[in-house]
């Protein structure tokens, strides 16, 4: 091999070199960012989407709203049945306040949110004593802070027989007696207005003891 040979197989030992050199320095001089890339393509052309990112939520409801609640399936029962799902908190069920009789729905709140979904899913439209119990969760931010007041309070209903009892048997003045008297006669005197406006001929009987001077205690036995 001559001088010129040698002279003209190094040019191109050196281009090659250079070329190879300035392909590895672009290809660590890309950027840092480079676009992402694309998950699905549109049908109608156009430029490449990437799909949206879904955020999973964190799931936090614990409490739970029971609907058309059987007769005799009160706190007591509930906490006892819904404990074979997980631990239980709270338990609620909404009274009348006047009666204190079950409206027949009611709250529980369990320890564990995925308890409460797993006993939602499994007691919604589940036949309890000819009831079909409606069962869903409630959003933490849906419940309301007076949710859980009182719920450990036991309602006592009033025994309205017993007052009435007390109301008539109590020691009346004379003069308390005549007002007493007066609203009987009052009362007779609209009854008969009404007979005698309805065509009906009937004689009614007189008031016996309108005309007492003196109260008169009349006691009932306590059987």
């Not at 003209?8 to 070329?19: G, H």
């Not at 529980?108 to 309890?128: H, R, W």
């Amino acid at each position: 091999m001559g001088a010129k040979a040698k002279k003209a197989l190094k040019k191109n030992m050196k281009k090659i070199s250079a070329s190879a050199a300035a392909s590895s320095s672009s290809e660590l001089a890309a950027p840092k960012n480079p676009k992402p890339s694309a998950d699905f393509l549109p049908l109608e052309g156009g430029p490449a989407r990437k799909a949206p990112v879904t955020k999973t939520i964190e799931n936090k409801a614990t409490v739970l709203y029971i609907g058309r609640l059987p007769h005799g399936f009160y706190e007591t029962e509930i906490e006892a049945f819904f404990t074979q799902f997980g631990t239980v908190k709270r338990v609620r069920v909404a009274r009348n306040k006047k009666t204190g009789k079950s409206k027949h729905f009611g709250f529980i709140q369990f320890e564990d949110p995925e308890v409460a979904e797993i006993a939602a899913g499994a007691m919604n439209d589940y036949l309890l004593l000819e009831h079909m119990l409606q069962v869903r969760v409630i959003p933490p931010e849906q419940v309301k802070p007076n949710l859980w007041k009182g719920f450990k309070c036991q309602y006592k209903p009033v025994d309205w027989v017993q007052i009435e009892r007390k109301q008539h048997n109590k020691e009346r003045t004379l003069e308390e007696h005549r007002k007493m008297l007066n609203k009987v006669v009052k009362r007779d005197q609209k009854r008969r207005k009404r007979i005698e406006a309805a065509g009906i001929e009937y004689q009614c009987p007189e008031l016996v003891g309108n005309t007492q001077p003196l109260p008169k205690k009349i006691k009932f036995s306590e059987d």
